[in-house]
């Protein structure tokens, strides 16, 4: 996933390889390298502004640059600053000891909010807590009906109302039924849109005040670049976010998406989502995966 990125920064270290001691010309090729190949891996201006700063700082440092073999420092310090600028860890869904913990998705349309309803469902299966799921997305006529396909494979209760055309409703009454079914937790998968308007926003913001979810996660779809970088931007304005869980990361996705969309919103990544079954849901790790750009 992460191809033109780590060609990148592989040609960036490559060409400072093997040449020994450098000169700060040399460490500012290198870094220059490092620099295009985020921009083109679509990894944010701002981002790259910032990752850069940090970056060059400590590369074009004495240290560095009379250490014996400094290509291999500045794979270190690309290595600690991607972990730095991806974190920090938090896949934790925190779960109340008492009463239904709310989990409120929101996202795009074609995000993959309705997926990852099944698969937060199945990860909370493995640990023996059944999870009841509120569509909430009555935008789309099909999304209900694809709830309950995934309420029927998985098992698990799916609350909807044929008739409400208000998602408000629809969620307050979902998790009154959840409370008095002694569910642990409720996920409310909620309307998108193909792009931003201020009627989902609007929309979305009201369920998060009325219904006072006590986690809300942000779905973006990781092959979409910088349009998912926007999208989270806006969503962040709009909505307390908690975390966000980026999918597709089993395709093609530059990978810059996710280097950013944490930046912009200030949330941990909880976890990213790599096909499309129910198991393909992993818990980000920085570490991991700043490895994996760096391979
Ligand atoms: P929603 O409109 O946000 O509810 O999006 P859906 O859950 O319906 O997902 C849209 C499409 O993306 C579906 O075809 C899903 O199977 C697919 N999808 C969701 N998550 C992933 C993922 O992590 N990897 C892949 N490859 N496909 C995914």
Redesign the pocket.
Known sequence: MFESLSDGLQSAFKSLSGKGKLTESNMRDGLEIVQKSMLEADVSYSVVQDFMGHVSEKALGKRVLLSLRPHEELVRIVHDELISILGPVDSSLHLKSEGPTVIMLC??????????CGKLSQLLKEQDIKPMLVAA?LQ?PA?IE?LHVIGRQLDIPVYSEADNKDPVKVCQNGVAKAKAEGARVVIL?TA?RLAIDDELMAELAKIDKKVGPDQVYL?VDGMTGQDAVNSAGAFNDALELDGVVM?????DARGGALLSVKHVTGVPIKFI????HFD?LEPFRPEGMASRILQ
Do not use: C, H
């Open positions: 996202g795009l349309q074609g995000s993959g909010k309705t997926t990852t997305d789309r999304a694809q998968d998108g779905v999918t597709k990361l089993d395709g989502g790599t096909g499309e393909a």
